[in-house]
């Protein structure tokens, strides 16, 4: 079983931007699709963004394409989610999460998550 750990949540301003990290132990990171959620208080747990166990392919949710960008380092075992130009309506805990079901987006077609990061944007 793989273990996650995600960073870098925080509080910004809105039009700031954050790094998140998603750090991974346990089995080889490369067996794995890697995707961001986020829940907000009172929804459901979202799709944000997923990237193949080799970078070579990136998906994201309409609501943040073009500002957020996934990207990983198997060197390092961590899979990052650069976030732009951010959104009150971003604020959320974002989570990562791993599946071996290839290039999927809903949570429970993954079979390992992180215990998630808080980012709050302010107005």
């Known amino acids: 079983q793989v273990q996650l750990v995600e960073s870098g949540g925080g509080l910004v301003q809105a039009g700031g931007s954050l790094r998140l990290s998603c750090a991974a132990s346990?089995?080889?990171?490369?067996?794995?699709?890697t995707g961001w959620f986020r829940q907000a208080p009172g929804k459901e747990r979202e799709f944000v963004a997923v990237?193949?166990?080799?970078?070579?392919?990136?998906g994201y949710a309409d609501s943040v394409k073009g500002r957020f960008t996934i990207s990983r380092d198997n060197a390092k075992n961590t899979v990052y989610l650069q976030m732009n130009s951010l959104k009150p309506e971003d604020t959320a805990v974002y989570y990562c999460?791993?599946?071996?079901?290839?290039?999927?987006?809903?949570?429970?077609?993954?079979?390992?998550w992180g215990q998630g990061t808080q980012v709050t944007v302010s107005s």
């Open positions: 990237i193949n166990w080799n970078g070579r392919s990136t």
């Open positions: 999460a791993v599946t071996s079901r290839g290039m999927v987006t809903n949570t429970y077609d993954y079979d390992a």
């Open positions: 346990g089995r080889p990171f490369t067996s794995y699709t």
